[in-house]
């Protein structure tokens, strides 16, 4: 994959998974902060145990998470296509564990923005920060 391609779909899931966030903040519920929690601590167990493809599974399983909690079967569609293909595309890099730690931190923030149905905390740190990779 091209680096302008995988821009593109870095700047599409950006745009297209803060919009589901935002739907699925409307069903927010335990079973959702819990599912959510539960992901970044084996996002930690994989950083921290050296497991990069662990950590890629868990990390699309994530953002799975709460576009499941969008009503919009389209909308989640096209983003479990892009997560997948940015995945497959993450795969093929050698990680750093110093960015993925970071990353995590955006996770905990992702995490506590649904706890809180903070829109603009979910702009921030989902649409604004996270996957502004480039």
Same mark, same amino acid.
């Given at each position: 994959?091209?680096?302008?391609?995988?821009?593109?779909?870095?700047?599409? =899931?950006?745009?297209?998974?803060?919009? &589901? &966030?935002?739907?699925?903040?409307?069903?927010?519920?335990?079973?959702?902060?819990? *599912? +959510?929690? @539960?992901?970044? +601590?084996?996002?930690?167990?994989? #950083?921290?145990?050296?497991? $990069?493809?662990? $950590?890629?599974?868990?990390?699309?399983? @994530?953002?799975? /998470?709460?576009?499941? $909690? !969008?009503?919009?079967? *389209?909308?989640?569609?096209? #983003?479990?296509? +892009?997560?997948?293909?940015? !995945?497959?595309? *993450? &795969?093929?890099?050698?990680?750093?564990?110093?960015?993925?730690?970071? *990353?995590?931190?955006?996770?905990?923030? #992702? /995490?506590?923005?649904?706890?809180?149905?903070? =829109?603009?905390?979910?702009?921030?740190? +989902?649409?604004?920060?996270?996957?502004?990779?480039?």
């Amino acid at each position: 994959m091209n680096r302008q391609l995988i821009e593109n779909k870095y700047r599409e =899931v950006s745009n297209l998974s803060f919009k &589901a &966030a935002s739907l699925a903040l409307d069903n927010c519920d335990e079973a959702l902060i819990n *599912e +959510l929690t @539960f992901g970044v +601590l084996g996002m930690d167990l994989s #950083i921290n145990n050296g497991r $990069y493809p662990l $950590y890629l599974k868990q990390k699309e399983k @994530f953002h799975h /998470t709460y576009t499941n $909690y !969008c009503i919009d079967e *389209e909308l989640k569609s096209k #983003i479990h296509n +892009l997560l997948k293909d940015i !995945c497959d595309y *993450e &795969a093929s890099l050698d990680p750093d564990f110093e960015v993925l730690k970071r *990353e995590n931190f955006f996770h905990r923030m #992702i /995490t506590k923005s649904f706890k809180e149905k903070d =829109v603009n905390s979910l702009k921030k740190y +989902l649409h604004e920060t996270y996957w502004n990779k480039f």
